[in-house]
Nanobody, 126 residues
Framework: VQLQASGGGLVQPGGSLRLSCSAS????????MGWFRQAPGKEREFVAA????????YYAQSVKGRFTISRDNANNRVYLQMNTLRPEDTAVYYC????????????????????WGQGTQVTVSS
């Protein structure tokens, strides 16, 4: 399984970015997919996830209403659309995958995901 995250960059507060996670070795429609982020000196934290085989999505409270996770089945990708970005969104963003079918609360835990991409840097600054 390989996951490759891309799309990060430098954006001004209030701006938008779309992160992409390209998957190989798994099919995103039949895999639980998540996005996490880690800022310098902080723990890795949950951002968003999509349950396998469904359209059910889960978000951290801090990004709810601003970020949207989605699948592109034709291209076997998962996206994270990030709007109204804030300086506190600055972090390295990672996509992750699990072939299992965990309970809802487990989607929020990084230990649920055995497969990880390399991360893409998002910097929100004026």
């Amino acid at each position: 399984v390989q996951l490759q995250a891309s799309g990060g960059g430098l954006v001004q507060p209030g701006g938008s970015l779309r992160l992409s996670c390209s998957a190989s070795g798994v099919t995103v429609t039949s895999t639980g997919m998540g996005w996490f982020r880690q800022a310098p000196g902080k723990e890795r934290e949950f951002v968003a996830a999509m349950r396998k085989g469904t359209t059910a999505t889960y978000y951290a409270q801090s990004v709810k209403g601003r970020f949207t996770i989605s699948r592109d089945n034709a291209n076997n990708r998962v996206y994270l659309q990030m709007n109204t970005l804030r300086p506190e969104d600055t972090a390295v963003y990672y996509c992750a995958a699990t072939a299992g079918n965990p309970i809802t609360s487990s989607y929020y835990q990084h230990t649920t995901y055995p497969y990880w991409g390399q991360g893409t840097q998002v910097t929100v600054s004026s």
